[in-house]
């Protein structure tokens, strides 16, 4: 249903993304990145374990010790550190510019976009 929601757990090192309906994604684990092409998705990871990334079509995060929300749609991608022991680099892909965020700081990339994903980036 409209309200449901997925739960992903990494084993080697329990990172966790809940993911809702309708969201588009691609795991590619070895490559320790999550590419999201729309909906929304909840990104816990340990501070003790290796760094992530998330990508949308507009930004692209680096996550390491920290609890993210990120929300694609066709209009904007927003992304916001709900907590962290760590920071958060995150990357406006439209201009290049790159940001440091912390807990309770939203970045919000909006752009009307018609393609997806670069096909560059294929999950392993």
Known sequence: GKRSLA???WDQ???QTRVWA?????????ARTVYMTT???????????????????????RIRG????????????RIIVLETDKTVE???????????LTPGVEL?????????LPQTAAPQ
């Open 22 to 30: 309708n969201t588009m994604v691609r795991i590619s684990p070895l």
């Open 66 to 77: 920290t609890t993210v929300r990120i929300v694609s749609d066709k209009y904007e991608d």
């Open 13 to 15: 090192d329990k990172t």
């Open 7 to 9: 739960s992903i757990v």
């Open 108 to 116: 919000v990339v909006r752009g009307l976009l018609t393609s997806s």
């Open 39 to 61: 909906g929304q998705l909840v990104f816990r990871k340990d501070p003790k374990a290796q760094e992530y990334t998330i990508e949308t079509k507009r930004l692209q995060a």
């Open 90 to 100: 995150a990357k406006n892909k439209l201009n290049g510019s790159t940001v440091i």
